[in-house]
């Protein structure tokens, strides 16, 4: 299992979600990517992307006009 | 035991992608979504930036389709490959700068590329023939199949039984009798089937699927191309066009002025590539500066910034001038009287 992160600051929806699903691509299952962005937008966004492709959202917060969510590649 | 067959469906978050895909997952079909993001989709952007659109629940339609439905998305970023299909569409543009008929041949294309490297069957889309004006008629049809180079891989489940058989319903993996005859304009069929499937909450796009079918976006997307000498554009003007007022006191430059601060937080990430004003004598808007200004076009800019802040009726009004390096100075600068601001400036 290993750590990542991942950007998006800037970008709005859906480049978020298409960065995240490019990223996922290149991880194995079990690994954990944390994805910044301020789109608000990425709050829904991504934890729909990830009960459709069978990831795990572990946590998501938001402060200062940054949104961030912590996610669990599935299987 | 018969093989799996699978399609896939173009969702682009309405009504329509949604029944189709539905009608076909109904007759055991395999069916994943494909969603194309060419920079000009409506969607999720829109209501990111506005602090008065915060409060409303913003969802990708096409993400929510998609889980409505239970099937997977894939969200591809076509935006480079997009701009050729908008700067020189061979079929000419609708009302404004859609370039539906090409975008159709385009999308269908790139899907029918997915098909071959994903190893799935067919493709489908929500096409209703008499639906849209330039790319759903009957003789666009099979237009769209043929440039794309789908031909009868190509299924329309709503009006599928107006068009030629495609391979699936001649290989028997799809049955043509349970498709649909859908025409024209009304969306009545569509709600019926809709509340046949059990379907009472989706969106019902008003014009297309994107903002280039909006008049005052265009217009901006006109000015850039006209301003710059060429139908040339990056992404980070697409989405710049969606944002502030959009000012331009003269050919060579233009102002773009935050409305309010969900705006202007948003512009602020641009400091690094544009000049930017601000007052600082008063509250007031963020405002950025694109083109090539002399010392006499600041002044006029800061004039102007002066004008939307508070100072508005003030004498004098400070006003910082930042560049891309972040070196500031400050003017001073009487903001600019409104005889003097045309209504022409605004694109
Ligand atoms: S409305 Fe926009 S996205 Fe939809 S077909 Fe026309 S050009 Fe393409």
Redesign the pocket.
Known sequence: MTQHTLNTRRLLCPLPVIRTQDKVKSLQPGDVLEVVGTDPGIMQDIPAWCRINGHKVLDSHSADHEYVIVLEVGA | MTQQRKAVALISGGLDSMLAAKTVMEQGIHVEGINFF?G??VEGHTHAIRDKDRAKPKRNNALWVAEQLGIKLHIVDVIEEYKKVLINPKHGY?AHL???LD??IFMVNRAKQWLAENQFDFIITGEVIGQRPM?QRKNTMPIIAKQSGADDLLLRPLCAKNLPETLPEREGWIDRDKLHDITGRSRKPQMAMAAQFGIDDYSQPAG???F??DKNYTAKLVDLWQAQGSKDYELDDVMLLKVGRHIRPAAHFKLIVAREEGEGRFLQGYKKEYTSLLATSHNGPLVLLDGEASAEDLFLAAQITARFGQGREAEHVDVAITDKDGLERVVTVTPIPKAQFPKEWYI
């Open positions: 060419t000009f989709c609708g859609n370039p539906c975008c159709k790319s297309g699927c994107c280039l079918v």
